[in-house]
């Protein structure tokens, strides 16, 4: 999943409301129900497993008899004050309570980094782990190309 362009949902309610930014949302919207989940926007909640509010692409799905995964959607309901709505999260609880006792494990997938470090500090750690004579921590840093 990628953001619909720079800073979806970031944006003063005014201007992510104006008609062309409406108009970008509902192309993107289109082409994502139709290449990722195989439908329309108007039949994705009954075709997929798809919920939460009529925008919103949250899915949990059973993969196998021990295991779930949920997706929620971190961009159709983004405003500059939430990524992901109280009624999302309220629908997902309830989802999560009626699963099969079978289910051990649940997977969480985010579609955006939860933590987004600045490179520059994490490049300067990385020297210093290099630095610190720690041959296995120098190899893997070396193969990764953040030391030298």
């Not at 929620?72 to 099969?100: F, N």
Request: glycine content about 6%; hydrophobic content about 40%.
């Amino acid at each position: 999943d990628h953001d619909i362009f720079d800073g979806w949902g970031s944006y003063p309610e005014d201007l992510q409301a104006c008609t062309v930014f409406q108009g970008v949302y509902k192309a993107a919207n289109r082409f994502f129900a139709l290449f990722q989940q195989h439908t329309t926007p108007e039949r994705a909640h009954t075709d997929n497993q798809v919920f939460g509010s009529p925008r919103a692409w949250h899915t949990m799905c059973l993969l196998g008899p021990s295991l779930a995964a949920v997706v929620m959607d971190s961009r159709s309901e983004r405003t500059r004050t939430q990524i992901i709505s109280q009624a999302a999260w309220t629908e997902l609880e309830g989802r999560l309570k009626a699963l099969p006792a079978s289910v051990r494990h649940v997977v969480f997938v985010a579609t955006v980094p939860v933590v987004y470090p600045k490179i520059p500090i994490v490049e300067s750690a990385a020297q210093y782990l290099s630095d610190t004579g720690s041959s296995a921590v120098a190899a893997m840093l070396q193969k990764s190309g953040l030391a030298t």
